[in-house]
């Protein structure tokens, strides 16, 4: 595993284009995976990616399918 798969809050809030504030509010209402270490909050890129798809409006979500099927 590199380095690059464990981000910070503000690495996710760039990643995802939102404001970090959000990120936190998510990661304290459980509603985005993370894992908070120490008084720090941690986020594993491939399950960001995950619960992205997972939690994309549902007339995309076909387009998901076959970005998936072709890489």
């Given at each position: 595993?590199?380095?690059?798969?464990?981000m910070?809050?503000?690495?996710?809030?760039?990643?995802?284009?939102?404001?970090?504030?959000?990120?936190?509010?998510?990661?304290?209402?459980?509603?985005?995976?993370a894992?908070?270490?120490?008084?720090?909050?941690?986020?594993?890129?491939?399950?960001?990616?995950?619960?992205?798809?997972?939690?994309?409006?549902?007339?995309?979500?076909?387009?998901?399918?076959?970005?998936?099927?072709?890489?």
């Open positions: 595993m590199a380095i690059d798969d464990i910070t809050i503000e690495e996710v809030a760039a990643y995802l284009r939102l404001k970090p504030q959000t990120i936190y509010t998510w990661a304290q209402e459980g509603k985005i995976p894992a908070k270490l120490g008084n720090q909050w941690r986020f594993k890129r491939s399950m960001i990616d995950r619960w992205f798809l997972e939690n994309i409006d549902d007339k995309f979500k076909p387009f998901f399918k076959e970005d998936a099927t072709n890489n």
